[in-house]
């Protein structure tokens, strides 16, 4: 991964840019670590009167004899970073099989200042970030660190020389809620930048042929699916459970986070006790789950309904504004071994069909699949990263490309089992529609791939417009031997 200042990459492709803040985010808890009493800790500071005091304070030496064990090395506004923030970074970034060769110190630092900056101005616009949100993420981070002590907490604390688990979870929370300042302020800078038709096609004339772009192979890829039927017997025994869970709530006062740990099938949440943050205007969860969330009063339970997961029930714990922070419980029906081999059954049909041509593939889906999303489009998959329909074959699943790397270009698989983190069990069929071998950019072929390219350009103008103005109307303080770094950006004011 190449660590650049000069360019600002991470934050113009915010995918990319998500996947170092996390990195740097989950490596965080290094990146400023408790000074013991010879020097004075400081991790944020309101004034630039006590900035500089600070500083003093952390720069000296307040016994004879002591040795320092950190310093300052930099002050964005609010926000410090410490000369031990770069080398642990370095170290933690290498644990994660990061080539830190790839880029310098002085291009770490500067984008570790980078990262205070968004921070800092995020505050300034009153950016707000969700705190049960941040709470959620510090808890799915600790159950990722205990895999490493083999679930010991004491051993973890040792691990990361922590005094205790809320100290642990406390500067764990600060790292995190910073890291999402920054990538809030990110957006905000860059969320209403938008490209025409004619600015893409300036674009990519005002790019020489010789240094035009090489777009690897690409395939379409079809799929129909079956999925086992549920009985209405064992929806109806569902639906009953969680009656009877909502009742020994409301009734007996039974706790509904219990309810959650012990019997929830949303595996992803039971660590938390089934918390989730709906916001309405920005949607998250399917459609279903949220219209009964937004439905609900404070202190209310749902009834129990159905989503493409199975059956749920909502307590809505708390609203604040726009959003609404929910408990829920998850129970799937079971699929009975009989179900299970008559979709078999079915799916093997179809595909009998299929090769002896009696159907197309696009007739096929329609006709036979249980995928919604993609059955009236011919079994079309979508690729989630362009939202079109070509996958290149570099940047494939691992288990799609598994799944049709033999497959010539119409042929029809062998029938698939599937069985997702839910243990929910389909059958799939799965056909490469068509292929496109790697080539030069060519404008009209690969007019939205250009747009992409052309649109982060744009976006990455706009983001040096704006850290150009706010390092210049932001106090910032550069010492030691960073100061000897050759920035891109006007760090040290000159």
């Given at each position: ?44 500071v309101a004034e630039t009167k006590e900035v500089e005091e600070t500083i003093r304070a952390i720069d000296s030496v307040v016994s004879p004899g002591a040795r320092k064990i950190d310093g300052v090395a930099a002050v964005i506004g609010d926000y410090i970073v410490l000369e031990s923030d770069v080398d642990n970074t370095v170290l933690q970034l290498k644990a994660q099989g990061v080539n830190t060769d790839d880029f310098t110190e002085c291009e ?387």
């Amino acid at each position: 991964m190449q660590l650049r200042t000069n360019n600002l990459k991470f934050i113009i492709n915010l995918k990319e840019a998500f996947f170092l803040s996390f990195i740097l985010c989950v490596n965080g808890v290094f990146a400023q670590e408790i000074i013991p009493d010879e020097v004075v800790e400081v991790k944020e500071v309101a004034e630039t009167k006590e900035v500089e005091e600070t500083i003093r304070a952390i720069d000296s030496v307040v016994s004879p004899g002591a040795r320092k064990i950190d310093g300052v090395a930099a002050v964005i506004g609010d926000y410090i970073v410490l000369e031990s923030d770069v080398d642990n970074t370095v170290l933690q970034l290498k644990a994660q099989g990061v080539n830190t060769d790839d880029f310098t110190e002085c291009e770490l630092f500067g984008k570790l200042l980078e990262d205070k900056l968004y921070s800092h101005q995020a505050i300034q616009d009153s950016i707000v970030v969700n705190d049960m949100e941040i709470y959620s993420f510090v808890d799915q981070q600790i159950q990722q660190f205990l895999q490493q002590t083999n679930g010991s907490m004491d051993a973890l604390l040792k691990l990361y020389n922590k005094e205790d688990e809320k100290s642990f979870r406390d500067e764990m929370f600060e790292i995190n809620k910073n890291q999402k300042l920054a990538q809030e302020m990110q957006q905000k800078i860059v969320a209403d930048i938008e490209i025409t038709p004619e600015e893409v096609r300036d674009f990519f004339n005002g790019i020489p042929e010789d240094e035009r772009p090489t777009f690897g192979t690409e395939l379409r890829v079809a799929q129909i699916v079956v999925e086992p039927e549920v009985t209405e017997e064992e929806k109806q025994k569902v639906i009953d459970r969680l009656k009877e869970m909502k009742a020994d709530v409301i009734e007996n006062g039974a706790s509904f986070r219990s309810k959650v740990v012990l019997y929830t099938d949303d595996a992803a949440s039971r660590s938390n006790g089934g918390l989730y943050t709906l916001n309405r205007k920005q949607p998250k969860m399917v459609k279903e789950f949220r219209q009964v969330a937004f439905s609900l009063k404070e202190g209310e339970i749902s009834d129990p309904f159905p989503t493409e997961y199975g059956y749920h029930i909502i307590y809505l714990e708390k609203i604040r504004g726009q959003e609404y922070d929910v408990r829920h419980v998850l129970l799937m029906p079971k699929v009975s071994d009989e179900e299970i081999k008559k979709a078999k059954e079915k799916i093997d049909k179809v595909r009998e069909e299929l090769v002896s041509g009696e159907i197309t593939f696009a007739e096929a889906a329609k006709k036979y699949s249980d995928e919604k999303e993609t059955k009236y489009d011919g079994g079309q998959l979508i690729n989630g990263q362009t939202q079109d329909y070509n996958f290149e074959l570099t940047k494939m699943d691992t288990e799609l490309y598994g799944q049709i790397q033999n497959l010539k270009d119409e042929e029809i698989s062998l029938v698939l089992k599937d069985q997702d983190r839910t243990g929910k069990i389909k059958f799939k069929l799965l056909m490469v529609s068509d292929r496109v071998d790697e080539h030069v950019a060519n404008y009209a072929q690969d007019y939205l791939k250009i747009k992409e390219i052309a649109l982060d350009e744009k976006r990455l103008r706009a983001i040096e417009k704006w850290q150009k103005e706010t390092i210049s109307d932001t106090y910032i303080k550069i010492s030691g031997d960073y100061r000897d770094c050759e920035f891109a950006s006007n760090w040290l004011k000159k």
